[in-house]
Nanobody, 121 residues
Framework: QVQLVEAGGGLVQAGGSLRLSCTAS????????MGWFRQAPGKEREFVAG????????LYADSVKGRFTIVTDNAKNTMYLQMNSLKPEDTAVYYC??????????????WGQGTQVTVSS
């Protein structure tokens, strides 16, 4: 089993920055692919970014490319999502997720509880 705990959400003005963190326990990061998803009110949950812990490869949704960066700290079993140039449409609950296997946008098995990000205009 894998337990994921997110932190770092909050309220920020458009153009601002936030950094989300996700700390994992129960299984080492070196065997997992990690990702961030988000769900806005009335919308389906969508993939935001992912990272293959073993190789360091990353994948981003088109809507966040160039603004968001996903990184990991293996020593801390922690993943971060640095979000810059935030827009009101980035407002959502952000979820950390993990899966065994390749880096992809779906098929994640483990989920955190979510953290709210609100971007004001």
């Amino acid at each position: 089993q894998v337990q994921l705990v997110e932190a770092g959400g909050g309220l920020v003005q458009a153009g601002g920055s936030l950094r989300l963190s996700c700390t994992a326990s129960g299984r080492t990061f070196s065997t997992l692919t990690m990702g961030w998803f988000r769900q806005a009110p009335g919308k389906e949950r969508e993939f935001v970014a992912g990272i293959d812990w073993r190789g360091g490869s990353t994948l981003y949704a088109d809507s966040v490319k160039g603004r968001f960066t996903i990184v990991t700290d293996n020593a801390k079993n922690t993943m971060y999502l640095q979000m810059n140039s935030l827009k009101p449409e980035d407002t959502a609950v952000y979820y950390c997720a993990a899966r065994r296997g390749i880096l992809t946008t779906a098929g994640y098995e483990y989920w955190g509880q979510g953290t709210q990000v609100t971007v004001s205009s």
